[in-house]
């Protein structure tokens, strides 16, 4: 391919993602958002009108001149990606098209990622959902996975999860069994993107989003992007050594301040108070086998359960303090609390803000607002999907 196509390819496929996350844009936005001249832009969007993958939206408000026409992805090209949300237990799965809207509503299905099928269990469940979505193979643009563990996004490889035979990477394995496309990445990065496109760290540019999930994980967005270390490892913010026990890690261990502060850890402590008999609607919600106890759990929490509250402010107490000594170091404008157990909504906040009151530097904690996502279960599905939107050529 002559260089020439690939730059005009390259600028398609740039004018889509710009598009795909700022919804509508004039051709003058295009080509600042680009960086290219403004007949670059306007030739690349009219070959899209003319394929169908934009359409025209009206015009921009008046500013006293010729008002700009606005344009936006045709919501009715059949494109879609397939995007996979896994934690340690549960995987979840959407089908979005371009605009995100939900083509196929979240499918959910138990998966232990440590067991040694997990990658061909995996398989299954997105080869059965798409057959449930009735979409051809040939339209989906690829499947994006956000998984935890040590990711190697570049590479396809989790370190931590699934691991593949013959030194072949989980990212080319799910490719060639699934015939797609795939993307990997850690589930607090795309979750920390997520937010930044899309939910509370939009128009930040320094921000600290907690993933509270079966871990306590951590993206960090610097200077308006994303950043991930030297190795891609950086935001491991659950193994720094804050726990007040001396109870082993996963990670092999001691003092991490994920032993204290996961949402495994707080199911653990839930299911224990049940079997000692202690007041609390726990112990009805837990028989009911349809959903996870993390989402009974989380359910109390929302309702307002004493044993449940008292749980869940112990942890947050301890990701309070991890926090102060991260905007000690990191000086943040904005913490968004993210994740599966954002659900836990009002009740997450107070703990955490009272423990950075009390470890942080007032001068410095006066900088940072701490705030719950609104994305929250969602935020690791929609990044998912973007994580494709950044990888597709969009020939």
């Not at 193979?137 to 996004?153: D, K, R, T, W």
């Not at 799910?174 to 899309?198: M, Q």
């Not at 082993?248 to 850890?265: F, N, Y």
Request: with cysteine; net charge neutral.
């Amino acid at each position: 391919m002559s260089i020439i196509l690939q730059k005009g390819q390259r600028l398609r496929a740039d004018i889509i993602k710009h598009l795909y996350y700022n919804k509508v844009l004039s051709l003058m936005d295009l080509s600042k958002l680009t960086q290219k001249s403004l007949p670059s832009v306007t030739s690349s969007v009219n070959g899209l009108i003319k394929e169908g993958q934009l359409i025209e939206q009206g015009f921009a408000p008046s500013t006293g001149g010729r008002r700009a026409a606005m344009f936006l992805l045709n919501p009715n090209y059949k494109k879609y990606i397939v995007a996979v949300a896994m934690d340690q237990f549960i995987t979840r799965l959407t089908i979005y098209d371009l605009s995100n809207r939900v083509i196929l509503p979240p499918q959910l299905v138990n998966l232990d990622m440590s067991s040694a099928n997990s990658a061909d269990l995996l398989i299954q469940f997105i080869n059965k959902c798409i057959t449930k979505s009735k979409i051809d193979s040939e339209n989906l643009l690829g499947v994006g996975i956000g998984m935890p563990g040590f990711v190697n996004a570049e590479k396809g490889i989790n370190y931590s999860f699934m691991a593949t035979e013959d030194g072949v990477s989980l990212q080319e394995y799910l490719s060639d069994k699934l015939n797609l496309p795939v993307f990997l990445d850690n589930d607090s990065s795309l979750i920390a993107l997520a937010e930044l496109h899309f939910g509370e760290a939009a128009g930040f540019k320094d921000v600290l989003v907690v993933n509270v999930g079966w871990g306590t994980g951590l993206g960090m967005i610097v200077n308006g992007n994303l950043y991930r270390g030297s190795s891609g490892y950086a935001g491991e913010f659950s193994h720094i050594p804050l726990s007040n026990s001396d109870k082993l890690c996963s990670c092999g261990k001691r003092g991490c301040l994920e032993v204290e502060t996961s949402l495994l850890v707080m199911v653990n402590l839930a299911e224990q108070a049940v079997a000692h008999g202690e007041p609390t609607i726990m112990t009805e919600l837990f028989k009911d086998e349809s959903k996870h106890h993390a989402d009974h759990f989380l359910d109390a929490v929302v309702k307002q359960d004493s044993v449940a509250i008292s749980i869940l402010h112990n942890a947050a107490s301890q990701i309070g303090k991890g926090l102060a000594t991260l905007i000690h170091i990191m000086n943040p404008e904005r913490i968004v609390l993210s994740g599966r157990g954002a659900r836990a909504g009002k009740m997450l906040l107070p703990p955490i803000q009272q423990a950075v009151n009390k470890f942080c530097i007032p001068r410095v904690a006066d900088q940072t607002t701490i705030v719950l996502s609104k994305l929250a279960e969602q935020a690791e599905l929609l990044a998912a999907a973007s994580l494709v939107i950044e990888h597709s050529k969009f020939k």
